[in-house]
């Protein structure tokens, strides 16, 4: 799997947009980007997943380069409750392979 | 998605003892991994467990320190045997459904 660089940590001030950006510049053409995040003293979290095009569910957007080289997870009205280490995952297929967590990022949502 | 359940919550063992950790999934699953997440650190795979064959473990980890069972679709067990205090940790367990991976709640252990 392409290693990937996040930021160690990130503030945003409740009710704006937190933009959390990933460096992955080693992809390769068939590995998937995924976000996760795990808030403190509970199991990590799905966020959302891509391949090449830009996604959105009810929980944030991934905007993914052309390049595919890099990408940012957009959560568009942080609340407190977002507040929570993400982690930017490159992973070879869409299924049927673990996961290889990096450091995250330790994004701290602030009143 | 999968619901996921891990027995103990937390445990605090003594050195040379083993604990068994419990994982139980609302759902038939097929490819089930264990996770270790060490104080302060991100969460690092310990193996993969399929039902039906042999658990595949990391580099690193060894059936006879951390040894499987999967003996079902929707059951599996971790045990970590003859501890030390470096054993200390949060062990997760995950399951994949529809390409997300679902996460138990973790089973916080301290050996003293």
């Known amino acids: 799997d392409a290693k990937t660089t996040q930021p160690t940590s990130m503030d945003c001030a409740e009710g704006r947009a937190a933009n959390l950006p990933c460096n992955h510049s080693?992809?390769?053409?068939?590995?998937?980007v995924y976000w996760y995040r795990q808030i403190h003293s509970q199991g990590p979290q799905y966020i959302i997943h891509?391949?090449?095009n830009n996604e959105t569910n009810e929980m944030a957007s991934l905007i993914i380069t052309e390049d595919r080289k890099s990408s940012t997870l957009i959560l568009p009205h942080a609340t407190l409750r977002d507040t929570a280490v993400y982690y930017c995952?490159?992973?070879?297929?869409?299924?049927?392979?673990?996961?290889?967590f990096g450091k995250g990022t330790s994004l701290l949502v602030t009143p | 998605s999968a619901v996921i359940s891990q027995k103990p919550s937390r445990d605090i063992c003594q050195r040379g003892t083993s604990l068994t950790i419990q994982c139980q999934v609302d759902?038939?699953?097929?490819?089930m991994f264990w996770y270790r997440q060490q104080p302060g650190q991100s969460l690092t795979l310990i193996a993969t467990?399929?039902?039906?064959?042999?658990?595949?473990?990391e580099s690193g980890f060894v059936i006879d320190k951390f040894p499987i069972s999967r003996p079902n679709l929707t059951f599996s067990t971790l045990t970590v045997s003859n501890m030390s205090p470096e054993d200390s940790s949060i062990y997760l367990c995950?399951?994949?459904?529809?390409?997300?991976?679902?996460f138990g709640p973790g089973t916080r252990l301290t050996v003293t």
């Open positions: 759902s038939q699953v097929t490819m």
């Open positions: 891509g391949l090449k």
């Open positions: 467990a399929n039902q039906g064959s042999e658990a595949t473990y």
């Open positions: 995950s399951v994949e459904t529809f390409y997300e991976q679902y």
């Open positions: 080693t992809i390769s053409g068939n590995e998937y």
């Open positions: 995952i490159v992973r070879l297929s869409n299924s049927g392979y673990a996961l290889n």
